[in-house]
């Protein structure tokens, strides 16, 4: 995904940055640039909108961020966290199975 701009909620933010001790702001830091992340369609979660799962590396560590379209330019941050070792060996997994 080439870089586009990310919105979010700002108080769904702040909550989630005490709950998972990481901001919005930083997990965008994976949609900012030409990093190769992990992206999973959460079908589970997309009864309403279509959510996305990615997983990748940003400046703190790995990354977990749940997000949705709002438009092709667009996509805004449901949540974020850092990823657990299983999801970070899901993500290399990935990585080894691309063409890198």
Do not use: C
Request: aromatic share 10%.
């Amino acid at each position: 995904m080439d870089a586009v701009k990310v919105t979010w909620d700002p108080a769904k933010d702040l909550a989630n940055q005490r709950k998972h001790g990481i901001s919005f702001k930083e997990a965008a830091e994976l949609f900012s640039h030409d990093v190769n992340y992990l992206e999973i369609f959460d079908e589970a979660h997309s009864a309403i909108e279509d959510r996305f799962i990615a997983i990748g590396p940003i400046r703190g560590g790995m990354v977990l961020v749940v997000w949705t379209e709002q438009n092709e330019e667009t996509l805004r941050v449901i949540s974020a966290r850092w990823a657990t070792r299983p999801e970070q060996r899901l993500y290399h997994s990935y990585l080894e199975g691309s063409d890198e």
